[in-house]
């Protein structure tokens, strides 16, 4: 018996000669693992399905009832190709992927997670600064999950860094950011990451 799920791809990798591993997110299902036989060669090939594109997966369970998922058909809703055509974005865009793949099984509210994760991916494929991006999607995230960043990670910064924060995060992104807000985004990134390691148990990616 099959099932459909609407997924966001976080990560794929070569499994063997015939298939390929894939890390997806979903609404209902949250994060899953699943493999997708590698398509022979034919005369009408659907589109590829790739790195943060939305789709529609028909699963099927292994028949050996070891709870391995198999991607019988598929149908694209939405590529992210632009992502890939920055390597800036490519980056920031795969950390905030593994950060869910590392930590996504161990979060409970599978569908805000995944409307959370949907609309990162599409601010990254935006074209918009990916270094604010990956942090106000990490606050986000962290905030929906319920991890006490507003009320001690930001209060732990100095003046400065705390205002930045707070104005990255609270406000649309900037067309054209300074070099001085990108330089103090990733510093404000890598402190997170610091609490993170200090204060929980996320693993990061």
């Not at 060669?41 to 943060?52: C, G, H, N, R, V």
């Not at 793949?101 to 991916?121: Q, S, Y």
């Not at 918009?128 to 929906?144: D, E, R």
């Not at 009320?151 to 705390?162: A, C, K, M, T």
């Amino acid at each position: 018996m099959s099932t459909l799920e609407q997924a966001l791809i976080l990560k794929t990798a070569p499994s063997g000669e015939s298939f390929v591993s894939i890390h997806a997110l979903s609404a209902e299902r949250g994060l899953f693992h699943c493999l997708k036989r590698i398509a022979k060669s034919t005369k009408k090939p659907s589109p590829k399905l790739d790195l943060f594109d939305t789709a529609e997966l028909q699963l099927e369970a292994s028949k050996s009832g070891n709870g391995t998922l198999f991607v019988k058909d598929y149908r694209l809703h939405r590529s992210r190709g632009n992502i890939g055509s920055s390597y800036n974005s490519l980056l920031n865009a795969c950390q905030y992927a593994g950060m869910l793949v590392r930590n996504g099984t161990h979060l409970p509210d599978t569908g805000a997670l995944f409307t959370l994760a949907v609309r990162t991916c599409d601010a990254f494929d935006s074209g918009k600064a990916p270094q604010i991006v990956l942090l106000k999607g990490l606050y986000l995230l962290l905030q929906t999950e319920g991890f006490p960043i507003r009320e001690d990670w930001l209060p732990r910064l100095d003046g400065i860094s705390r205002e930045l924060a707070r104005e990255l995060i609270q406000n649309p992104i900037s067309e054209t950011p300074t070099k001085e807000s990108l330089e103090g985004c990733e510093a404000l990134t890598e402190d997170l990451y610091r609490w993170l390691q200090r204060e929980t148990d996320v693993m990061l990616p």
